[in-house]
């Protein structure tokens, strides 16, 4: 019995290093989905098949961002993933998040080239669409968060706009940018509905974007 358990982890030591291997060489150009979920459980789960679990997350939340994404209750629900692992893979989205808001801060103000920026990363990542991002900015409107809403009703595709404004005051956005991934998401009369019941609790809106291609449209602005 314990001869046959060696070769399974002599097993899963060669794929490792075949796939580090195909990293070095190529990056994660030539890698799957699940197999760059799998190079990334490589952190945290020593000796287990992480193929086998890659394969399962994607299959469960759909892609490596809807993964990352994924709450720690969500995660902790697909076998083999523990709390150590489910932390990690948070943690990674919130670093994502954080590299994302330097990149986009280097102007200072929030402005439309950085809309489009943040914009171009949140459409790449589909899965999101049923969330409202949320660019948080402080009082000179300089990028200090990026933050999810979960309140686009799934019938409709449109905005619960009482859940956004408790979800802001909630998080404590004081000023905040929405940037929507297509139109229906929140129209102009519910943007200004928005901003009249969040200003009264004290988060002022800066605008609110969708975007025609890569050219930012503010629902704001006549």
Known sequence: MER???????????????MRKR??????DSFSDHECLEMLLFNTMKRVNT??????LIDKFGSISAVLNASDEELIKVDGIGDVTSKYL????????SIMVQQVS????FDKINAAVIADWIMSTPDDEGKIPIV????????VDILYANTVDESTGACDIRKLADFLIDNNCTRYVLILHNKK????????ALRIFTEALGANIID???FEGQKPISLFEK
């Open 4 to 18: 046959k358990t060696n070769k399974k982890s002599n097993l899963h030591a060669g794929h490792r290093s075949r």
């Open 23 to 28: 990293f070095e060489t190529d990056g994660f």
């Open 51 to 56: 193929n086998e679990i890659a394969h399962e």
């Open 90 to 97: 948070t943690s990674l989205n919130s670093r994502v998040s």
């Open 106 to 109: 280097h102007t200072g103000k």
């Open 136 to 143: 948080v900015c402080n009082s000179h409107d300089e990028i």
């Open 185 to 192: 998401q929140l129209d102009s009369k519910s943007a200004e």
């Open 208 to 210: 609110a974007y969708y």
